[in-house]
Structure formats: C-alpha cells, structure tokens
C-alpha cells in the first residue's frame, strides 16, 4: 500500500498532538513530587532511576522537566489564545472601520515591532511588577501583530469582492458584514495562526523566566531549570541543561509541526496530495 | 515627479519620528505605572525604614516622585532631545556614557552575527529554493526548522558546554580575558571571545532568512520567465545567476534589514549566558535592578536602529530596483 501525502501529515499531527497532550497532562500530576527535595542524592548523572540525573538539591530532573514542559504548554496555549483574538479583533477593526482606524492599527503594529520581543517583555513585565502576571500580558501584548497584519490583508482583499459589496449596498452595516460574512472566512486563517503562535509563545516564556523577570524561581519552569543549570555548566553538570532543552526544543518543534499539518490538511488546495 | 519623491521621503521621515516618539512614551509609561515602588529598589529597604519620614519626603521631591506622570515624561523627553539621557541608578554615571560604553563592547558582536546569518540564509535559503524536494532542500529545511523551535539561550549553552567547559579551546565568558589590564587587551583576544556568541546567534538567526528566501525563490522558479529561459535552453546554473538571484535580492535585503531587531533580541539571551558585557547585558541588569533611566535609553536607541534599518531598507530599495527608479511603481 502507498501511503499518500495525506495520510503522513495526519500521522504527524497526530503523533505530535498525542506527545503534547500526554507531557501536559502528566505534569500536572507531577506538580508536587517536582518540588521533592532529597540531598541523599544529589548531583546524580543521568542513571536507570533517574532518567535527567538529579539537580544539587536532589530534585529528579526529569520530573521537573515534565512539570515544567507541562506549565509551557499550558501558559503557551493561555497567551497564544489571548494573543490571537486580540490580533482578530485589530485586525478586522483595522479594515473595516475606515481608513482612521486602519492608520491606528497599522501604527500600532509597526509600534510593537519596533522594540525587540524580548525587550518588550522586560519592558511590560517591570509594568505589571515581574512574576507571572508580567509573563501572561507580556506575551499576549508581544505576539499579536503579525497575525493581525494578516487579516488585515485578507479583509482588505475581501472587502473588494462582491458579494461584500452587494451585502454593503443592500443596507448591511459594517460591523454586521463583518460579523456575518467575513468571520467565517477568516477563521481556517486565524486558527492556523493561533496555532502557529505556540511555539513563540513558549519560546518567549521560556526566555524571559531564563533572564529573571518571569515565573518565580521555585517554580518548576523551563527558564527556572536553565538558569539554575547554567551556574553548574562550568563544573562539569553537562546533564542539567542538555536533557531539559533538548525536551524543550523538541516540544516546539512538535508545536510547528501540528501547526504546519493543520495548515496544510485545511488548505483546499492541497487535498489531492 | 520629483515633487512627489520627495513628498514621500519626507513622510517617511516623519512617519519615522512619530513611531520613535510613541515608542518611547510607551516605554515611558509602561515603566511609570510599574508597582515597583522607585525609592524602595534603589535605596534598599532596610536604607529606606531607617529614613525619617522628612528624609523620605526629600528624596521623592529630589527625584520628582510625586509631579503628574505626563509632566515627568515631557522633561524627560525634552532632555533626552537635548542630549541628556538622565543618569544610570545602577551604575551612578550618565546614561548616555554606559550606551558608549556598551554598544562599543556587543556591536562588533552582533554586526558580525547580522552580516552571517544574512549572508548564511541567503545562501542557503536560495540553494534550497533551487534544489526543491531534494536532499539539499530536505536538509536545508529540517535544519532552519529545528534552529527555529530552539531557543538561542539553550544553543548558546550548548556552545558553551562543548568548546569550553569539554574541549575548552574557546573561553567560558566575558568579551575580554579575565585579570589583563585594559590597554593590554589586543584585537585577537576580543575576537576569540565574540566567536561564541557570534555563532549563537547567527546558527538561529539563519533559520528565518534561509526559510523565507527558499520561498521566494520557489515563487520564482515557477515564474513564466524562468520557463521561457529554460525553453531558449539556458541550464539551471545561469538561470539562478541571470533571473533568480536578482529578483530574490530585494526581499532579502528587506529580510536582511527587518532582521536587526531579532538580532538585538537574541543578543540579549546569549549575553546572559557569557556575562557578555553588551546593550543586551544592560538591559537584563537595568530591569532586574530597577534601573529606570538606563532602560528607556536602551529602549529608544535600540528602536531607532530598528527603525532607522527599516527606513534604510526602503530608501535602498528605491536605488536599486530600476522599476521604481524609474517611478513605474511596482
């Protein structure tokens, strides 16, 4: 049997889908045992019982690593939604309301692009007062534009079709067009692009708790794990950063391939393949 | 004609300086509505519970704690117009002096990791657009996509684990070696030290550019222009010269010079990780440590890189397409 394009991009959005959710749901399990401390076995490479080794206060890394993967994805998913319907709303806002309005949006947007991602976050994170909170309306603040640019390109170009335009002289409002005729034909976009927010969104929480500004640093999170790793790097404790990232790393990775096999299997285009 | 060039170039400018300035009253405001309490981080708590209240009181009319927000940002901003950044709360020194002193330290760094991630992406990114479905493209591909899912602090660890702590042939930190006199400090060891850091950021910086130039070069490739070529008989080979790296050259150099603000970003990260001491360092110090004045000049003068790369992108786009030299429009 020849297995067609097809069927292979639903294998990996599968297989991707099913490692993110178990990773999630096991490390909410393991929320209290990834604070376990135990100094009678400290600074243990990597062993059978021990898959990650153990860090110098005896924690077992590779629950911590689960525990903190875990809190990715699920503060990920948190941002990523935010940021997305924020982006949906400038978006469509921008196009529709007028040209007043779309000077706004696209001013804003070339705003937030301006300043490094990471320096925003620093910026927004020192606002809220550090700490969780800082990372949640960090990120949701961070990752909106390109998104929003996006459909602002695209209901641009709807706005020039037709049957918008019969909608428009028949005596619909603008907001009612948009409601009623465009969300539709916006949403395979938008959620292939909430989608694809993940892996940015992970990455940047990742980054900022790696520089001090997010989560606390008794919380079991990927930056936390990183940043405590780097001071043991230079002792010879390779296993306390090699195992935690590479975890991370492969993770996003399996974040921008369910976001590339969603993409593809709702393109039209493509369904012959 | 004219006229309207020049219209337009002087819109640019201004559109320019409207974003500079509303870059900097947002950096401005974020950081004045933090509840991070100014005189508490910057006196210390156990300094400030020792004051008397008329003490206190002093210092906050010093600092101007209690005049309205928008007062205090139109003399900030007004100075910093004139040239005068505030002074560091970290550092004890003008702001403006340590943006010198910093930038000296991490630009040769970061311009070395731009210029290669640009010229690696561009590369490899047009390699892979002409060579689609092959191994080449499969690699290339696979490549930017893990670099992209990898966060360029875990690479920069990762650097630093195998070239200095196994193979130790590169040094552990720092842009000089430790316990050398300033002045003795020579052109090499500077360079041996920015090697790591270089590749960090450039290995993750390729990933994007590689990416966005095979797409393009896709498009490209597909064209009726390229199939005419080849229906005259042209190989492959003098079809990328003549028809596709031309017409790819424009959206790469906008790449190319959209990319500073990614750059800057990850210097941030990977200084962290080589307490290499540079504008991203300060930043990260600046914002644990509170350090109000030394943020907004980092944030403000990294925005007009930013943006001034952007307006640079567009007004060389202008030189060297001939079809808006011309003034055809596109």
């Known amino acids: 049997m020849k297995i067609n394009r097809r069927t292979k991009t639903i294998g990996w959005l599968l297989l991707s889908a099913v490692f993110l959710i178990t990773v999630t749901l096991w490390g909410c399990f393991w929320r209290e045992e990834a604070l376990i401390t135990d100094f009678s076995r400290k600074n243990l490479p990597p ?55 779309d000077s706004f949006v696209t001013f804003l947007i070339d705003l937030v692009m301006g300043i490094p991602h990471i320096l925003l976050l620093i910026l927004i994170s020192y606002a809220c007062g550090k700490g969780f909170f800082g990372v949640v309306v960090g990120i949701t603040l961070t990752h909106w534009t390109s998104l929003a640019r996006l459909l602002r390109g695209e209901v641009l170009q709807l706005k020039n079709s037709q049957y918008i335009q019969i909608a428009s002289r028949l005596g619909m409002g603008k907001l009612q067009i948009a409601a009623k005729h465009m969300v539709c034909h916006l949403l395979p976009q938008f959620f292939t692009g909430l989608i694809l927010l993940f892996p940015h969104a992970i990455l940047h929480e990742a980054s900022i708790t790696f520089l001090g500004f997010g989560l606390s640093p008794e919380d079991a999170a990927m930056g936390v794990i990183l940043s405590e790793s780097m ?43 | 004609m004219k006229e309207k060039q020049i219209q337009k170039f002087l819109m640019g400018i201004l559109r320019v300086a409207l974003l500079i300035f509303g870059v900097s009253a947002a950096a401005f405001f974020l950081l004045a509505i933090s509840p991070i309490d100014p005189l508490q981080s910057n006196v210390g708590q156990g300094a400030l519970g020792a004051m008397s209240q008329e003490q206190v009181e002093k210092l906050k009319a010093y600092w101007g704690a209690d005049t309205p927000m928008i007062q205090r940002f139109f003399t900030w901003a007004w100075d910093f117009v004139r040239g005068d950044m505030g002074v560091s709360l970290l550092y004890r020194r003008k702001v403006s002096e340590i943006l010198w002193e910093k930038a000296a330290g991490s630009l040769g ?7 290669l991630s640009g010229g690696m992406g561009f590369f490899l990114g047009s390699l892979a657009g002409a060579k689609q479905g092959k191994w080449q493209d499969r690699l290339i591909t696979g490549y930017s996509l893990l670099m992209a899912s990898t966060p360029a602090f875990f690479l920069a660890l990762l650097l630093l684990m195998v070239f200095s702590v196994w193979l130790k042939i590169l040094p552990v930190g720092f842009s000089v070696p430790v316990g050398v006199e300033a002045s003795q400090v020579s052109f090499a060891d500077r360079a041996v030290h920015a090697i790591l850091p270089a590749a960090a950021l450039s290995l993750t910086g390729i990933s994007n550019i590689a990416l966005h130039t095979r797409e393009k070069m896709i498009e490209v490739m597909e064209s009726d222009y390229v199939l005419f070529a080849r229906a005259r008989g042209e190989d492959t080979r003098r079809i990328i010269r003549r028809h596709c790296l031309r017409n790819i050259a424009l959206p790469a150099m906008t790449l190319q010079f959209a990319s500073v603000s990614e750059i800057f970003g990850g210097s941030v990260l990977v ?3 080589f307490s290499y001491p540079g504008l991203g360092q300060a930043a990260v110090n600046a914002g644990l440590g509170s350090d109000v004045p030394l943020l907004l ?6 925005a007009v890189l930013v943006f001034g790369g952007n307006a640079l992108a567009n007004l060389l786009y202008g030189m060297i397409d001939p079809r808006i030299k011309r003034g055809d429009g596109i």
């Open chain 1, 47 to 101: 062993c059978r019982e021990y898959l990650f080794g153990t860090d110098f206060m005896g924690r077992d890394m590779f629950v911590r690593t689960i525990a903190g993967l875990s809190l990715s994805i699920r503060l990920g998913i948190l941002t990523a939604a935010a940021s997305a319907v924020f982006a949906g709303i400038l978006g469509i806002c921008g196009a529709v309301l007028g040209k007043a309005a």
């Open chain 1, 231 to 273: 001071k043991y790097l230079a002792t010879g404790k390779w296993w306390l950063a090699l195992f935690p990232g590479g975890l991370l790393t492969i993770t996003v990775l399996l974040f921008h391939v369910l976001g590339d096999s969603v993409c593809k299997l709702l393109d039209p285009g493509s369904a012959h393949e």
């Open chain 2, 109 to 115: 760094m970061m311009a070395l990791a731009w210029l």
């Open chain 2, 271 to 273: 200084e962290q990780v």
């Open chain 2, 297 to 302: 000049g980092i944030t403000v003068v990294t």
